[in-house]
C-alpha cells in the first residue's frame, strides 16, 4: 500500500470513528431535551389541565431527536480535523501537513509525507479514537424516560378536566358547524312562494340559530354546554315544526292557485312563537269533515311532497335536517327508546301531527286539539295528548273539545300515553313535536302504538313515532312553557301577553320565547299525573309499566 | 540520509560547538541560531556581563562568517557605521573612494544599541531589511548571509535613546538574556579563569548556511497550525485590555519562518504547534505596544502573549473537540 493510501486510510477511518461519536453525542443530548421538555409538559398537563399533553411530550422528544442527529450531521469533522486528531498521538502535525500536500509531489512533500507514514506505523496500534458518549448522556436519557412515563401514566383531576374541557371543545366545533349548515340551509330557501310573514319566520330562525350559535361558541363548560345544546335541539324542534307547517301552507297555497302561487291568500301559518291571538289555537274540536279529506291528502303528501325542486321541497328538507341534528343528540341519550328517533319518517314526516287540518282523526270535532291546533308545533307533548290517548276515538269524550288547554300542556310530551291514543296514527307528526327530542317526555312516548285498532286513523298514521324523545337520561335544567305563565303555580294556566317573562324574543331567538320553570319543580307533578292516569285506566293497557319505567328512570 | 538531514545534523553540531564557549543559555543559543536560519536579526536584551558579546562572537567563529562589532555611542555618527566617500589623490588627479564601515561584514554586533542617537540607529534600518547600504547617490550590498545582532542593558536608561518601533519591527527576536544559574555561573568562572580556554570549532561556512536557510524555507506548513499562526496575530489586534498596538504582518512573517526553521533543526519536514509556541515570545514580545493597564498592572509583554497563546489554543480545541 503506497503512503497516500495508508494515509487516507487512517484518516477516514479517524474522521468515521469521530463523527459516530459526535452523532451519538449529539442524539443522545437531544433526546435528554426532549425527554426534559417532555417531562416538563406532562408535569404541567399533571398539575394543570392540557389535554394535548401527550401530543406535545411525544413531539417534543421526537423534534429534539431530530435536531440533535441534524445538529451531530452539521458538526461532522472533515479529513484534517481527523488528520489532526491522528497528530495528537505525538506526531507533531505530521499527518496534517501530510494531508494539506497529499498531491504535492516536490521533495520535500514526498520527505514530509514519509516522516508523516513513519511516525503514524509508529503509533498505530496506540490511536484509539473513544466516542466520548460519557455515563451521563447514556443515564440521563433513561432516568428523564423513566420520569416522562410515570407523569404520562399517572392520572390527575386536571387531566380528567382536560380530557373534558377538550371533549366538550369538539362537541361545541361539531355544533357550530351543525349550526352553520343550518343556517345556510334556510337561508337558501327558495323565498319566491313565501308570504312576507313566512320570510319573518325565516328571519326569525336564522337570528334564533345565530342566537344558538353565539352561545355554543362561548360556551366554556360542560354545563354551559349543555344548557346552549337544550337550547339549541328546542330550537331546533320548533324550527323544524315551523318549516313543516310553512311547506304545508305552501302546498296548499300551491295547490289552490297552481297559476300564481306568490299570490294565493296566505293561510295563517302555525308560528313556533305561541300566539294567544291565534284565532285557531281556540278552534279545538272544529275539525270537521273537510278535515278529514284534508287529513288524507296530508298522508300522501308524505310520499310525495310537492315536487322535487319547489320551496315546499326546500322546506322540508330544511325541516328534515333540523330533526335530524336533534335526533343525532337523542339517539346518544335514549338507547334504550325502543322507537327513539330512528323510527324512518318519525320527526320528519312533514304532515304528521301539525297537520292544521288533521281531519282524518277519527275523533273529528270532539278531537278539540287534533288537528286543528295550529300550534300544535308549541305543544311540547302536542300529539301525545293524555286524554286524547285515552279517548278511543269514539269521540265520546265530551270534554275534548273543552280542553283547549292540551294543546298547552307542555307535560304532555312527558305523558307516554299520547302515542297511544288512537288518533294517534292519524296524528303521524308527534314525532315533529318538539316535546319530542328535547323534552323529556317525548321519547317516553311509545307511540308505537299508532295503529290502535278502532281508530279511523288513515293516511300517514304509524309513521310518526315521535322524534325519540327527550331522553331518559339526559339533565334537564328547566322546562319551557311556552304558553304558560312562569310564575303562575297552575301550569296549565294560557299565557297572557307574556311580558312579565324575562325571555324575549330579541334576546333569544323564536325558538326559546315563553317562560321557564326548573324542571324539578314540575317534574313531580308531571310525575303525580302519570301515576294518577294509571290508576284512573286511563291509558292503554300494557303500557303502564312503561310509564312507571319511564318516570322512574328520572330518579 | 538525505540533504536536509544532514544539514541539520551540522546545525546541531554548531550548536554544540556554541555550548562549548558559552555556559548555559542554551534557549538562548537556540533563539540565535534560529533567527540566523530564518535570516533574521536579533536584538539581544540582557544585564551587561552575561555574554552577549561571547555569544555572538562564537557564532561567527562557528560558523566561520566575517564579524564586525559597533559600539554605539551618543555621538555615534551613521557614516561610522556605512562608511563614506572619501577623496583619493592618484595620478590621475583626485576622485572619491567608497570606504566601507563596520557594517559590512556577516555578522554586526551593535553593541548598546539604543545609546546611539536614532539619526545613528537609523542607519541600520535599510541594511537590516533590504540588505542594502546606500552612500550618497550610491547602494552597496553587504555581503551574506547578513546579520544584526543589537544589544540593549534593559537598566542604565538615562541618556539612551529607545529604538522607535519602526525599528524593533526589524528585529526578528527580541531574546532577553537572562542571569545565570548557580552551576552555570560555576561553570562560567571556570571556563574563564581556567589557562585551558575552550574553544569552538568551525562547522559551517556562509555558503552551507544559506544552504541551510533555504532548506528551512521549504520546510511545509500545515493549514491548521497556519491558521493558528494568524489567530494569534489577530488576538493580538483585539480583546486584550493590556494591548494598545498589536503586531504587525512582518510578525506574521517572523513567525513562520522562525517556526520552520524550529521544525528543521529539530529534524522534522512539517512545523507542528509546538514550534510556533516556542517562537511567538520572540517574535512578539517587543512588537506589542501595551496600554496604561499593562504598567498599571505591571503587566509585561511576555505576560500578554502567553495569555494570548494560552485563549487561542483553548478556542481551537473547543472547535476540533466539539
Not at chain 1, 440521563?140 to 404520562?152: A, I
Not at chain 1, 319518517?345 to 278539540?368: A, F, K, R, S, V
Not at chain 1, 304509524?462 to 324523545?469: E, P, W
Not at chain 2, 581556567?194 to 570549532?201: I, L, R
Amino acid at each position: 500500500m503506497d503512503e497516500k493510501a495508508y494515509l487516507l486510510k487512517w484518516i477516514k477511518k479517524v474522521q468515521k470513528r469521530m463523527n459516530t461519536g459526535i452523532l451519538l453525542r449529539r442524539s443522545l443530548e437531544g433526546l435528554c431535551v426532549g425527554l426534559f421538555i417532555g417531562t416538563g409538559v406532562e408535569v404541567y398537563a399533571y398539575l394543570r389541565p392540557f389535554y394535548y399533553s401527550h401530543v406535545c411530550s411525544i413531539i417534543a422528544v421526537v423534534l429534539s431527536l431530530i435536531v440533535g442527529i441534524v445538529i451531530g450531521c452539521l458538526q461532522r469533522r472533515d479529513m484534517r480535523a481527523a488528520a489532526g486528531r491522528i497528530d495528537g498521538f505525538g506526531l507533531k502535525e505530521r499527518v496534517a501537513t501530510a494531508l494539506d500536500g497529499i498531491e504535492d509531489e516536490d521533495r520535500m512533500a514526498q520527505l514530509q509525507r514519509s516522516d508523516a507514514v513513519r511516525g503514524l506505523s509508529s503509533v498505530e496500534s496506540k490511536i484509539r479514537i473513544p466516542l466520548s458518549i460519557g455515563w451521563y448522556r447514556l443515564i440521563s436519557p433513561v432516568m428523564l424516560l423513566v420520569l416522562m412515563v410515570l407523569f404520562f401514566m399517572m392520572p390527575s383531576e386536571a387531566r380528567a378536566m382536560a380530557k373534558e374541557k377538550h371533549e366538550v371543545e369538539r362537541q361545541i366545533k361539531e355544533k357550530l358547524e351543525e349550526i352553520e349548515e343550518a343556517i345556510k340551509t334556510i337561508e337558501d330557501i327558495d323565498e319566491e312562494s313565501l308570504t312576507d310573514r313566512e320570510k319573518e319566520q325565516l328571519q326569525s330562525m336564522m337570528e334564533s340559530l345565530q342566537s344558538s350559535y353565539n352561545e355554543m361558541e362561548q360556551s366554556e363548560s360542560l354545563e354551559d354546554f349543555e344548557r346552549a345544546n337544550q337550547k339549541l335541539d328546542y330550537r331546533y324542534d320548533q324550527i323544524a315544526e315551523a318549516l313543516n307547517q310553512m311547506a304545508q301552507n305552501v302546498e296548499q297555497r300551491e295547490a289552490s292557485n297552481p297559476q300564481d302561487p306568490a299570490q294565493a291568500t296566505p293561510t295563517p301559518t302555525p308560528t313556533p312563537t305561541p300566539d294567544p291571538n291565534n284565532p285557531n289555537q281556540n278552534n279545538g274540536g272544529e275539525g270537521d269533515e273537510n278535515e278529514q279529506g284534508d287529513g288524507n291528502s296530508g298522508g300522501s303528501n308524505q310520499q310525495n311532497p310537492g315536487g322535487s325542486n319547489s320551496t315546499s321541497q326546500q322546506l322540508q328538507n330544511a325541516a328534515q335536517q333540523m330533526n335530524s341534528h336533534i335526533s343525532t343528540g337523542s339517539n346518544n341519550q335514549n338507547l334504550n327508546q325502543p322507537n327513539g328517533g330512528n323510527q324512518p319518517n318519525g320527526g320528519n314526516q312533514p304532515d304528521g301531527g301539525n297537520q292544521p287540518d288533521g281531519g282524518n282523526q277519527p275523533d273529528g270535532g270532539n278531537q278539540p286539539d287534533g288537528g286543528n291546533q295550529p300550534d300544535g308545533g308549541n305543544q311540547t307533548g302536542g300529539g301525545n295528548q293524555p286524554d286524547g290517548g285515552n279517548q278511543p276515538g269514539d269521540g265520546n269524550q265530551p270534554g275534548d273539545g273543552n280542553q283547549p288547554g292540551d294543546g298547552n300542556q307542555p307535560g304532555d310530551g312527558n305523558q307516554p300515553g299520547g302515542g297511544n291514543q288512537p288518533g294517534g296514527g292519524n296524528q303521524p307528526g308527534g314525532g315533529n313535536q318538539p316535546g319530542g327530542g328535547g323534552q323529556p317526555g317525548g321519547g317516553g312516548q311509545p307511540g308505537g302504538d299508532d295503529g290502535n285498532p278502532g281508530t279511523n286513523g288513515g293516511g300517514g298514521g304509524g309513521a310518526g313515532q315521535g322524534n325519540g324523545g327527550g331522553g331518559a337520561g339526559s339533565h334537564h335544567d328547566y322546562i319551557s312553557l311556552p304558553n304558560a305563565d312562569g310564575e303562575d303555580d297552575d301550569l296549565y294556566g294560557i299565557r297572557g301577553s307574556g311580558d312579565g317573562t324575562g325571555y324575549a324574543r330579541y334576546e333569544n331567538g323564536l325558538g326559546w320565547e315563553g317562560n321557564h320553570v326548573d324542571y324539578n319543580n314540575v317534574m313531580g307533578q308531571y310525575t303525580d299525573r302519570a301515576y294518577q292516569g294509571i290508576e284512573s285506566g286511563r291509558y292503554p293497557s300494557g303500557m303502564e309499566d312503561v310509564i312507571k319505567e319511564y318516570f322512574t328512570s328520572f330518579n | 540520509m538525505n540533504e536536509y538531514d544532514v544539514m541539520q545534523q551540522k546545525l546541531l553540531a554548531c550548536e554544540f560547538e556554541i555550548g562549548r564557549e558559552i555556559i548555559g543559555q542554551r534557549d538562548v543559543i537556540r533563539s540565535v541560531m534560529l533567527a540566523i536560519l530564518s535570516g533574521g536579526n536579533v536584538l539581544l536584551e540582557g544585564m551587561p556581563g552575561l555574554g552577549k558579546t561571547r555569544l555572538v562572537n562564537t557564532i561567527s567563529h562557528v560558523l566561520n562568517l566575517s564579524f564586525k562589532r559597533i559600539q554605539f555611542t551618543p555621538d555615534l555618527m551613521p557614516g561610522d557605521i556605512t562608511g563614506t566617500n572619501i577623496m583619493e589623490r592618484n595620478e590621475s588627479g583626485s576622485a572619491f573612494r567608497f570606504e566601507a564601515g563596520p557594517i559590512f561584514a556577516n555578522i554586526i554586533l551593535a553593541d548598546e544599541i539604543n545609546r546611539a542617537t536614532p539619526k545613528t540607529q537609523s542607519a541600520l534600518l535599510e541594511a537590516m531589511q533590504e540588505h542594502i547600504v546606500t552612500v550618497g547617490n550610491v547602494s552597496h550590498k553587504v555581503p551574506e548571509p547578513f546579520f544584526v545582532l543589537a544589544t540593549q542593558n534593559p537598566i542604565e536608561t538615562e541618556g539612551t535613546y529607545p529604538l522607535p518601533e519602526a525599528q524593533l519591527d526589524r528585529f526578528m527576536f527580541k531574546i532577553m538574556v537572562p542571569f545565570p544559574t548557580k552551576e552555570e555561573l560555576a561553570g562560567i568562572v571556570g571556563l574563564t579563569e581556567s589557562v585551558q580556554q575552550g574553544a569552538a570549532q568551525t562547522v559551517l561556512n556562509g555558503e552551507e548556511l544559506q544552504q541551510a536557510i533555504q532548506m528551512a524555507k521549504e520546510i511545509k506548513i500545515a493549514d491548521a497550525v497556519m491558521d493558528y499562526i494568524l489567530e494569534i496575530m489577530m488576538a493580538t489586534h483585539g480583546g486584550n485590555k493590556y494591548v494598545r498596538e498589536g503586531a504587525s504582518p512582518r510578525a506574521a512573517q517572523a513567525i513562520i519562518r522562525g517556526a520552520k526553521a524550529r521544525a528543521f533543526m529539530e529534524g522534522r519536514y512539517n512545523v507542528s504547534f509546538d514550534d510556533v509556541d516556542a517562537v511567538v515570545p520572540a517574535v512578539l514580545r517587543h512588537r506589542l505596544i501595551l496600554s496604561f493597564d499593562a504598567v498599571s498592572d505591571g503587566v509585561n509583554e511576555d505576560m500578554v502573549v502567553a495569555d494570548i497563546v494560552k485563549n487561542v489554543k483553548a478556542q481551537m480545541v473547543a472547535q476540533n473537540h466539539v
